[in-house]
């Protein structure tokens, strides 16, 4: 069974920095592209980031580049978003999500950062 | 970048009934990477559709697809009460995973 687990959310103060987990388990983990979507409270979903199986490629949303960092664990099967220079807009459940590209397939419950002072 | 509109922004319907949900994107597609996903209150969204018509896993056939270009249709046969969720479209890619911002089926 595919289980994509998020961690390391949090409150924190704008300016400041998070730094997300994805444990991957029930899957070849160095085998599948691996993304970061947000969902705001009570908004749509929103596509943050990706990074390709040996992490070589990665994209991301135009409203966190240069602030927001993905990478990969392929030993570990473990998927990172490093957050810096947090803004209130970046409040969201964070899910982590496998697939192909952007087609993501499978998802985490997600992990809750608030940005506030 | 390609900007997805979906319409309606709601929808009430009653169980049994047929739900047509639109998305349209603001340049084509390309080779159809249009998704749809289902999302229900408290639960991470679940993928429905992908290349704009096949189904994925677990899908029952009650849900449909169709579409090309910039002009992409969710279809609902006969809505089951486990139906009533928010549903959201995609145009998937290497790069770009752009959500449309959803349509709401509601139990009228």
């Known amino acids: 069974e595919v289980q994509l687990v998020e961690s390391g959310g949090g409150l924190v103060q704008p300016g400041g920095s998070l730094r997300l987990s994805c444990a991957a388990s029930g899957f070849t983990f160095g085998a599948y592209w691996m993304n970061w979507v947000r969902q705001a409270p009570g908004k749509g979903l929103e596509w943050v980031a990706n990074i390709r199986q040996d992490g070589s490629e990665k994209y991301y949303v135009d409203s966190v580049k240069g602030r927001f960092t993905i990478s990969r664990d392929n030993a570990e099967n473990s998927m990172y978003l490093q957050m810096n220079n947090l803004r209130a807009e970046d409040t969201a459940l964070y899910y982590c999500a496998r697939g192909y590209l952007t087609l993501l397939r499978d998802w985490g419950q997600g992990t809750l950062v608030t940005v506030s002072s | 970048d390609i900007v997805l509109t979906q319409s309606p922004g709601s929808l009430s319907l009653s169980p049994g009934e047929r739900a047509t949900l639109s998305c349209r994107a603001s340049?084509?597609?390309?080779?159809?990477?249009l998704a749809w996903y289902q999302q229900k209150p408290g639960q991470p969204p679940r993928l429905l559709m992908y290349?704009?018509?096949s189904r994925a896993t677990g899908i029952p056939d009650r849900f449909s697809g169709s579409g090309s270009g910039t002009d992409f249709t969710l279809t609902i046969s006969r809505l089951e009460p486990e139906d009533f969720a928010v549903y959201y479209c995609?145009?998937?890619?290497?790069?770009?995973?752009?959500f449309g911002r959803g349509t709401k089926v509601e139990i009228k």
């Open positions: 995609q145009h998937y890619g290497t790069s770009t995973g752009t």
């Open positions: 340049q084509s597609v390309s080779s159809s990477y």
């Open positions: 290349g704009a018509s």
